[in-house]
């Protein structure tokens, strides 16, 4: 409950109203995870916070493990609307936790023929593939707020969240040929479609170099910058908040459809749009929103999802 509530103070100065937390803390009970820790700032309004401070948030095999299952499980839970994806402590990550992977290099050690290492190493990879794509595959929209440092595999994991927020001190890097690895977790993959500068992300790729705040701003990385930390989550949550008001069925919806579009092509995205609507507009959400857009009256509180 302490981890909890100490979450309240991103509330852009504002007092939080006693009943609205009082009513968001007990309608959900955040999972225990060792490596991740779960807040709830507003109702519908989830922040979870990578939480390896003493080692800079460098991504162990359980944090890896941990962040799909917290992603896969709010995809599930009604209570949560919007994620807030941020880290504790100095900053954001530092990348892959190359200590652990010491007792990695021991097991295929003990292998001697490749193919049986190959298979090793391939479930390895696809299993991280899969924890940061738990990002991209959740309905819920998904906000990354960065601060500090954003090192090779922190790239791959807000390049899968909807929306990129940082601090003007932040910076990032595609590590992973510095370490003589090719970065297989989705950077290489989303960095494309992001920026949509082939020549940039080409660059970027084979030097390892940093990409500061005011450029990643630019090339659209980042859509938005703050001056610190608190700003900056503040902001994250008025923009969660802002989102967990609208309907959840057209929300999650639009997600959806852009995800899907993203990979398809136009027709084929149109037909899974005309699906998806063809069913949902038949919902309480359209029918509630469309009147009061035309009577002018107040915004509806929408239903669970």
Not at 30 to 50: A, I, N
Not at 136 to 148: D, L, M, N
Not at 175 to 185: F, R, S
Not at 247 to 259: D, E, I, N, R
Request: hydrophobic share 40%.
């Amino acid at each position: 409950m302490n981890c909890l509530a100490s979450t309240f103070k991103y509330t852009l100065g504002k007092p939080f109203i006693a009943k609205n937390l009082t009513r968001a803390m007990a309608s959900f009970t955040p999972d225990t995870y060792k490596t991740l820790v779960v807040h709830v700032p507003k109702q519908f309004v989830v922040h979870v916070e990578l939480n390896r401070p003493d080692k800079l948030n460098a991504m162990n095999h359980t944090m890896w493990l941990e962040i799909g299952e917290c992603f896969d499980s709010l995809s599930e839970n009604e209570e949560c609307r919007v994620i807030i994806l941020s880290a504790a402590g100095k900053i954001f990550t530092a990348g892959l936790d190359l200590s652990g992977m010491l007792s990695l290099g021991q097991e295929i050690a003990e292998q001697e023929d490749v193919a049986r290492k190959s298979k090793i190493l391939r479930k390895l990879i696809t299993t991280y593939q899969k924890s940061i794509s738990s990002l991209e595959r959740c309905p819920k929209p998904v906000i990354s707020a960065v601060h500090g440092a954003c090192i090779g595999g922190g790239m791959s994991l807000i390049t899968a969240a909807d929306i990129r927020y940082a601090t003007k001190d932040a910076w990032f890097t595609l590590k992973e040929v510095d370490i003589g690895l090719t970065a297989d977790v989705g950077a290489l993959q989303r960095l494309p479609r992001i920026i949509g500068n082939q020549s940039l992300v080409n660059e970027i790729a084979f030097t390892a170099r940093k990409i500061e705040a005011a450029e990643a701003r630019e090339c659209g990385l980042v859509s938005k910058l703050y001056d610190d930390k608190e700003s900056l989550l503040a902001g994250a949550i008025e923009l969660g908040e802002l989102i967990a008001s609208k309907s959840p069925v057209a929300v999650q919806g639009t997600k959806k459809t852009l995800v899907f579009s993203r990979d398809h092509a136009v027709e084929e995205g149109l037909n899974q749009v005309a699906d998806y609507n063809s069913a949902m507009m038949q919902g309480e959400d359209f029918l509630n929103a469309a009147m009061s857009q035309a009577t002018k009256s107040p915004p509806p509180i929408f239903s669970k999802l």
